[in-house]
Nanobody
Framework: QVQLVESGGGLVQAGASLRLSCAAS????????MGWFRQAPGKEREFVGA????????YYPDSVKGRFTISRDNTNSTVYLQMNSLKPEDTAVYYC??????????????????WGQGTQVTVSS
């Protein structure tokens, strides 16, 4: 079992930056690929990015590539989502998730076994 707790969300203006954190507890954090997802009202949950177990490789969809950066600190069992140049369309609840055992990478939320409770990010125009 892995417990995940996100923090760092808030209300910002367009063009601003935010850094989300996701603290993990439980089994060995470094054994999990970690992902970030978001869900806006009335929309399906969307893949925002992922980072492999060692932190050497990251993956992003085109919608956030160049603006968002994922990193991880395996010593402190924390994964981060740095969000720059935020846009109103980035408004959503952001979730971190731990991949199923052995997962190297996936965009599908079905491949992630553990989820945090989410943190709200609101970007005003």
């Amino acid at each position: 079992q892995v417990q995940l707790v996100e923090s760092g969300g808030g209300l910002v203006q367009a063009g601003a930056s935010l850094r989300l954190s996701c603290a993990a507890s439980g089994r060995t954090f470094s054994s999990y690929t970690m992902g970030w997802f978001r869900q806006a009202p009335g929309k399906e949950r969307e893949f925002v990015g992922a980072i492999n177990r060692s932190g050497s490789t990251t993956y992003y969809p085109d919608s956030v590539k160049g603006r968002f950066t994922i990193s991880r600190d395996n010593t402190n069992s924390t994964v981060y989502l740095q969000m720059n140049s935020l846009k109103p369309e980035d408004t959503a609840v952001y979730y971190c998730a731990a991949g199923e055992p052995g997962l190297s990478y996936a965009r599908s939320q079905d491949r992630y076994a553990y989820w945090g409770q989410g943190t709200q990010v609101t970007v005003s125009s």
